[in-house]
Every structure is written in C-alpha cells, then in structure tokens.
C-alpha cells in the first residue's frame, strides 16, 4: 500500500485524487474488516446511549411518582393505587380481547377456506362483526373471481379444421382407412 503517485504511459502524473490503490486480498479484507469494526462501534455506542437515556427516564419518572406518593393522603395513595390497578387490569383484558380476536378471526378465515395470513389485517378492524362481514364479503369476491377464471378457462373453440363425419368422402379418417382396405 503505497502512497507514491501512479505514472501514466506518456510519462506524466496523475493527480493524487484519481490515484489507484492496489491490494492484496489480506489487505482489502482487513480494510473491510476495519471499516465494519468502526460501523458497529458506532452502532454499539449509539444503542448505549439510547438505552443510558432510557434509564435515566425511567428511574426519572419513578423518582416523581415516588415524590408524588409521599405527597398524598393516604386515602389519596389507596386512590392512585386502585386506579393503578384498574388501568393495568384494563391494559391486560384488552390484550386478550386482541389475542381471542385473532384466534377467532383465523378459524373463521380458515373455515371459508381462505389464507390466515390475512387475519393480521383484518383485527384493525377491532369489531368481530366487522371482521365477520369483511371476510363473507372477500369470499364472495374470491369465489366469484375464481368462477370466472374457470369458465373462462373451460371454454373452448370449435376445431380449426372443422368437424368430421363419418362416411364423408374428404374425412382425412376415411381416406387413411382406404389405403389399407385394397
């Protein structure tokens, strides 16, 4: 790895900036090597600092809610306590809500033969009767498409040469049987 300037054939030299490096596979690999050290560091130090951040927020908001408390009548800390408690309880019923949606909305997708893949779209809807519609209205849709494609596909066009009857003298079936009744 030499930083002397490369000579062009007429003899003259090139300008630094359009100069060629040449390495050895060794020395292109620790290159890359060095340059993916420095990017995940990088990345190592950004992901720390976000998380330091993070800390400090969150020992920040137990040191107020702590400060809070202590402010409060004890009637008033049972108060925030339940309320607390309500609102975690809520938090959890609305994520079974969400988990029982999804089983239902799957066995009913699966029922009308159509891919579960589609339940994960279909719970932002959040209305089970909503969900039930959407998918009875998409079946509808599929069957239909599909109907079409099939008689589409099954229709079929009348033989180019036309059709053959049996003892006609241009039958080309006739003519070959001909041959071999001499």
Excluded at 24 to 44: F, G, N, V, Y
Excluded at 56 to 78: T, V, Y
Excluded at 146 to 152: D, F, I, M, S, Y
């Amino acid at each position: 790895m030499s930083e002397e300037p490369v000579v062009t054939p007429q003899g003259g030299e090139t300008d630094p900036a359009e100069e060629t490096l040449t390495l050895t596979p060794k020395e292109l690999q620790a290159k890359l090597d060095s340059e993916a050290d420095k990017r995940s560091a990088a990345a190592i130090e950004k992901a720390k600092a976000k998380w330091e951040a993070d800390q400090k927020q969150a020992i920040e908001d137990a040191k107020n809610e702590g400060a809070k408390l202590a402010k409060m009548s004890e009637a008033d800390k049972l108060a925030e306590e339940q309320k607390q408690r309500e609102e975690a309880f809520k938090q959890r019923e609305a994520e079974l809500n969400k988990r029982e949606l999804a089983y239902s909305t799957k066995d009913l997708l699966a029922a009308q033969g159509l891919p579960t893949d589609m339940a994960d779209s279909l719970i932002a809807l959040g209305d089970a009767d909503a969900i039930k519609s959407a998918v009875e209205t998409l079946k509808a849709s599929v069957d239909s498409a599909v109907k079409e494609q099939v008689e589409k596909a099954v229709q079929s066009n009348p033989p180019a040469t036309g059709s053959s009857v049996l003892g006609d003298p241009e039958d080309p079936f006739s003519k070959i049987m001909s041959q071999y009744k001499k």
